[in-house]
């Protein structure tokens, strides 16, 4: 998620009763700052994802999110058949 720019714009639009939403980014270093600027929505969870490499490993489990929005991030990977395979 980088640095919350498209999560900005999508949180005012999501019913928080309704809603769990992760953060995810490769660096660790956005979460902090993730975690100051969306304080106010208690539904986030912020998790380390390189979506290089299965998701799985990495604690999250197959076909558990219902939509997943990846903003000017999956094009920069190695392999983006690999990549869209972990999506």
Known sequence: AGTGGTTAHILPLLP??????????????????????FADCSFIDYRRLDIERSPVPQGFAEESYDLIIAANVLHATQSLAETLAHV
């Open 16 to 37: 928080a009763e309704r809603t769990h939403y992760t953060f995810s980014d490769l660096s660790l270093a956005f979460m902090e700052p993730a975690r100051a600027r």
